[in-house]
């Protein structure tokens, strides 16, 4: 039998002594008891789930949230009146207090979301709910957190959090057809679509663990720190009436009560940069890695199965952590389910695949029959874009969040996730399941031989191969059941590799530790 401190970080191992995050927490824990998290999968399943929050949301209430990117008109629902500027609009005109951070994005100009975000904070400010353009970041960093926090003034046993992946925008409102979202982002790769099929994943948590999720607005909203280092940005901002000074927060509430059943344990796990140059987050001197720390921990405990869902998995860094693992423990099998292609194209797909190229070879290097990769495809063959962060290690200690397995979402942007802690075993293995069926086209009743790793090795492999099978033989007869693509490490010769090499170490993956701990090659 082992306990929570077996798994989950301590405060000490959290290494932030600067936060209040676990001020609550008795002793050296650094997590909280007495909870209920719910996997929500698919952005059609927590859309629709948002909305009824929100709209049953009345004065003297709190919402609190963060985004990476954000479009005022997707609709949560899909219909009219269900968009998200309306939605929270209406929730603080009728006494609810509305506060978001909105990262700011770099600009539009080279492919990102800047005034899609901005678009979204103007309409908020200009019907009196509070949201802030935070780039309170490292260079060429981002506020990559996703999470909303609800609050009762007159119910906390209804207060609820969530946290994951999705963000409030367009392409995330899909379901498990994945037919995409109508409302579709236009700047994916061209092998998605013009309605990319999108899969993610959520976590809703109710709670004392919904304190926490709180917490960690809390200290971003109350950050000293200016919103941007640009006097240009911020004397733009002001010209346009845009708020960059967020107001005080009203007096946080004590912990919700906890839950009878299951009582789960939740961990938050994040990351922040060292900032550089005499800047810093009053909340994390230096940074905080506890999301490279979380996972080295549990990934060293595994001796069965890791089943990894994710949108980027890249690099040394994260192979080696999983090599150490399959090196020490000759059982024990990795399941990764990853994007068919990259999100990009060009020179930038090429450092991606570069990525991608590192993180397979070291661990296929080590154990090439307890390894394996996966794309997925919908029923029409188009290729559906994974964008979840979920990680679950021996049906025991699972994740969902908003950081992916590479050293830029380990060291570099702010990154949110929520573990769950679960020795009886139930949380993890219902998620890991759930997922499953997805993907072998099955039901959640039909899935026996998933129990145990070597079993659920087994079928991602045959459902993969008898679909690779009926694409190499022109598609002809009855299409198999499941969604699987088996995925080789890409094929990059040396000249390309020399020549994207530093794009993908400076720009797509960079290193946002502290010297010493670089020196050290440590979190």
């Given amino acids: ?23 609550r927490h008795p002793g050296d824990e650094a997590w909280s008891e007495g909870n209920l998290v719910r996997p929500l999968i698919h952005g059609a399943t927590y859309f629709a789930e948002l909305y009824q929050r929100i709209e049953a949301t009345r004065e003297g209430d709190l919402i609190f949230f963060t985004d990476w990117q954000g479009d005022a008109d997707e609709r949560l629902t899909g219909e009219p009146g269900s968009e998200v500027a309306e939605v929270l609009c209406r929730a603080d005109e009728r006494g609810v207090d509305v506060r978001g951070l909105v990262w700011r994005s770099h600009s539009s100009a080279i492919g990102f979301t800047s005034d899609e975000n901005l678009r979204l904070g103007r309409t908020l400010q ?42 409030l925008c367009h392409s995330r409102r899909d379901d498990a057809d994945h037919g995409g979202d109508p409302q579709a982002q236009d700047d994916l790769a061209e092998e998605y679509g013009p309605t990319p099929p999108w899969h993610d994943v959520q976590a809703a948590i109710t709670g004392p663990a919904v304190h926490d999720v709180e917490t960690v607005f809390r200290e971003r909203w109350e950050d000293p720190t200016t919103l941007s280092r640009s006097p ?26 906890p839950v009878d059943s299951p009582g789960h344990v939740v961990q938050l796990l994040r990351t922040y940069p060292n900032l550089r140059r005499g800047r810093d987050y009053a909340f994390a001197r230096g940074g905080e890695r506890s999301v490279a720390r979380g996972y080295t921990k549990a990934v060293a405990r595994a001796r069965h199965l890791i089943y990894v869902e994710d949108q980027y998995l890249w690099g040394d860094h994260v192979g080696g952590v999983f090599t150490q693992a399959l090196q020490d423990h000759p059982d024990l099998h990795v399941i990764a389910v990853v994007p068919m292609h990259p999100d990009v194209e060009g ?5 991606q695949l570069l990525g991608r190229q590192r993180a397979m070879l070291e661990m296929a290097r080590v154990a090439p029959d307890r390894v394996a990769i996966y794309g997925v495809e919908n029923h029409a063959g188009t290729p559906v874009y994974v964008h979840a962060k979920a990680c679950v290690i021996d049906d025991t200690w699972a994740t969902i969040g908003s950081d992916n397995f590479n050293r830029r979402s380990w060291t570099h942007d702010s990154e949110l996730s929520a573990v769950v ?23 959640q009743d039909d899935l026996d031989d998933c129990a145990d790793a070597a079993g659920m090795f087994a079928a991602y492999a045959d459902c993969a191969a008898a679909l690779d099978q009926w694409h190499a033989d022109g598609r002809v007869g009855p299409r198999p059941p499941g969604r699987l693509r088996r995925l080789k490490p890409p094929e990059l010769g040396r000249v390309k590799r020399a020549l994207v090499l530093g794009h993908y170490l400076l720009v797509h993956d960079p290193d946002g530790r502290p010297k010493p701990l670089r020196k050290r090659d440590e979190f």
Wanted: hydrophobic residues 35%; proline residues 9%.
């Fill in 1 to 23: 039998m082992t306990g929570p401190s077996d798994w989950l970080l301590t405060q000490s191992e959290r290494g932030n002594p600067a936060t209040r995050l676990d001020d």
């Fill in 421 to 443: 802690f679960d020795p009886a075993g139930a949380y993890a293995r219902d998620l890991r399941l759930a997922l499953a069926a997805e993907h072998l086209d099955r039901s």
């Fill in 232 to 257: 240009v940005i911020l004397l733009r901002d002001r010209l346009r009436g845009l708020d960059t000074s967020p107001d005080p927060l009203p007096e946080q509430a004590p912990p919700p009560p």
């Fill in 347 to 351: 020179f930038n797909r090429t450092a």
């Fill in 126 to 167: 200009k019907r009196g709910a509070e949201a802030i353009l935070d780039m309170r970041v490292r260079t060429g960093g981002s506020h990559h957190q996703k999470l909303v926090v609800i609050r009762h003034r007159d119910d906390p046993s209804r207060d609820i959090a969530y946290v994951g992946g999705i963000d």
